[in-house]
């Protein structure tokens, strides 16, 4: 049952960058917008991104405007999380999934299939 494998997760200094991969079926990828999540240690699982099936539209969480970048790649079955001026604030389990109903961006409910999750830390 396992359709969604987040990667690219680690360490880095705050001001740092990394590139998180979601690797999809064939399928889902191709047929449903897909978006990121992420849950802080003692915090509750938030929105960060999401971008449509075409890849046309993307949104984004107002905390991550101007840093993160989300995109995708169906050619290979691939969601992506470009971070960049990394904060500590970032530290997380990032999530992604995929959005299987229309309606607002930020509800959980509305994504059907997710990932295990990677971690990424952002040191002072």
């Known amino acids: 049952q396992v359709q969604l494998v987040e990667s690219g997760g680690g360490l880095v200094q705050a001001g740092g960058s990394l590139r998180l991969s979601c690797s999809a079926s064939?399928?889902?990828?191709?047929?449903?917008?897909m978006g990121w999540f992420r849950q802080a240690p003692g915090k509750e699982r938030e929105f960060v991104a999401v971008?449509?099936?075409?890849?046309?539209?993307?949104n984004y969480a107002d905390s991550v405007k101007g840093r993160f970048t989300i995109s995708r790649d169906n050619a290979k079955n691939t969601l992506y999380l470009q971070m960049s001026s990394l904060k500590p604030a970032d530290t997380a389990v990032y999530y992604c999934?995929?959005?299987?109903?229309?309606?607002?961006?930020?509800?959980?409910?509305?994504?059907?299939?997710w990932g295990q999750g990677t971690q990424v830390t952002v040191s002072s």
């Open positions: 999934a995929v959005k299987t109903s229309s309606g607002s961006d930020y509800l959980e409910a509305l994504y059907n299939y």
């Open positions: 971008i449509s099936w075409n890849g046309v539209a993307t």
């Open positions: 064939r399928r889902t990828f191709s047929t449903y917008a």
